[in-house]
């Protein structure tokens, strides 16, 4: 029904090919590639994809300070708008069909001009860069991030309001289960109101540790999407307790954290998609 991937930043500075290998291992289907197309070899990806048999499921943008595309600041904002394109060349390359974005980037706890300005900053370079994923058939997926994290875009509610502004088929909605935690007062309701943009998925417990280790109501959120008729993939985005998720990038947790939070999330996960299949 669903396919089932990770994203793989979240292994920090580990080499592909040792991830990979984990995702063969316990069952995955493919794997979420960051946002950096400069500093990968495309083609070296391409072939470790094709020797563990694993797709490359979608590309998650990395929004740092200078990847800003609300920025008022017009040098700042053009160069996030040619990222995001460039994230897109990148799935293209490798066959994936969603690039996430962030409208505002993580660690901007406000506007440096005004809300309203930076909002309808933010619509206009979706739009550019929304069409130019249009043009070559990806879907671009807005990310709400928790209000501790960034500003602009907090609940699905507001990035369904994003959406619906700029207005381009292309551009979506994705729902990370561990910033509706913070931000939501219901995973049901908040998923049925996005219901027709929803592109994307991504899985952690509400302590950002792999579902099922703590309180999330997994099977209430999953029993949602069967009833939504959601038929995207479903990407597994734990880490460990840092106040900058990119700080995780940049650790070195040990492989058998990683061996046993990526066979918790799926195993977790695949258990309760059966039961409501039954």
Same mark, same amino acid.
């Given at each position: 029904? %669903?396919?089932?991937?990770?994203?793989?930043? *979240?292994?920090?500075?580990?080499?592909?090919?040792?991830?990979?290998?984990?995702?063969?291992?316990?069952?995955?289907?493919?794997?979420?590639?960051?946002?950096?197309?400069?500093?990968? @070899?495309?083609?070296?990806?391409?072939?470790?994809?094709?020797?563990?048999?694993? $797709? /490359?499921?979608? *590309? /998650?943008?990395?929004?740092?300070? @200078?990847?800003?595309?609300?920025?008022?600041?017009?040098? *700042?904002?053009?160069?996030?708008?040619?990222?995001?394109?460039? /994230?897109? @060349?990148?799935?293209?390359?490798?066959?994936?069909?969603?690039? *996430?974005? &962030?409208?505002?980037?993580?660690?901007?706890?406000?506007?440096?001009?005004?809300?309203?300005?930076?909002? !309808?900053?933010?619509?206009?370079?979706?739009?550019?860069?929304? $069409?130019?994923?249009?043009? !070559?058939?990806?879907? +671009?997926?807005?990310?709400?991030?928790?209000?501790?994290?960034?500003?602009? &875009?907090?609940?699905?509610? =507001?990035?369904?309001?994003?959406?619906?502004? &700029?207005?381009?088929?292309?551009?979506?909605?994705?729902?990370?289960?561990?910033?509706?935690? #913070?931000?939501?007062?219901?995973?049901?309701?908040?998923?049925?109101?996005?219901?027709?943009?929803?592109?994307?998925?991504?899985?952690?417990?509400?302590?950002?540790? =792999?579902?099922?280790?703590?309180?999330?109501?997994?099977?209430?959120?999953?029993?949602?999407?069967?009833?939504?008729?959601?038929?995207?993939? #479903?990407?597994?985005?734990?880490?460990?307790?840092?106040?900058?998720? %990119?700080?995780?990038?940049?650790?070195?947790?040990?492989?058998?954290?990683?061996?046993?939070?990526?066979?918790?999330? #799926?195993?977790?996960?695949?258990? #309760?998609?059966?039961? +409501?299949?039954?």
């Amino acid at each position: 029904m %669903y396919s089932y991937s990770v994203t793989q930043w *979240i292994y920090g500075n580990e080499d592909l090919e040792t991830s990979l290998v984990r995702l063969k291992k316990y069952g995955y289907d493919g794997v979420e590639l960051a946002g950096e197309p400069d500093k990968m @070899d495309l083609g070296v990806v391409q072939s470790l994809l094709s020797k563990y048999g694993l $797709a /490359c499921t979608s *590309i /998650c943008g990395i929004y740092t300070l @200078d990847r800003d595309l609300s920025s008022p600041n017009v040098e *700042i904002r053009s160069h996030a708008v040619q990222y995001v394109k460039a /994230c897109v @060349d990148m799935a293209v390359q490798l066959g994936a069909s969603v690039v *996430i974005v &962030v409208p505002s980037p993580v660690g901007k706890s406000g506007p440096d001009s005004t809300y309203k300005e930076e909002w !309808k900053l933010a619509v206009s370079s979706l739009q550019e860069a929304g $069409a130019y994923a249009e043009s !070559k058939n990806i879907v +671009l997926a807005i990310e709400a991030l928790n209000r501790f994290e960034t500003y602009l &875009v907090n609940t699905l509610s =507001a990035a369904k309001q994003l959406a619906q502004e &700029v207005d381009q088929s292309s551009v979506r909605i994705m729902a990370d289960l561990f910033h509706m935690n #913070i931000e939501e007062r219901s995973h049901r309701s908040a998923l049925q109101n996005i219901a027709p943009y929803l592109a994307h998925i991504h899985i952690a417990d509400n302590t950002r540790e =792999a579902a099922g280790l703590g309180q999330t109501n997994f099977e209430d959120v999953f029993r949602t999407l069967q009833e939504l008729g959601y038929q995207g993939c #479903i990407t597994m985005e734990f880490m460990p307790p840092v106040s900058n998720p %990119y700080m995780t990038a940049q650790q070195s947790e040990s492989s058998a954290l990683h061996d046993r939070y990526t066979q918790q999330s #799926i195993y977790h996960i695949k258990g #309760i998609v059966r039961a +409501l299949m039954k």
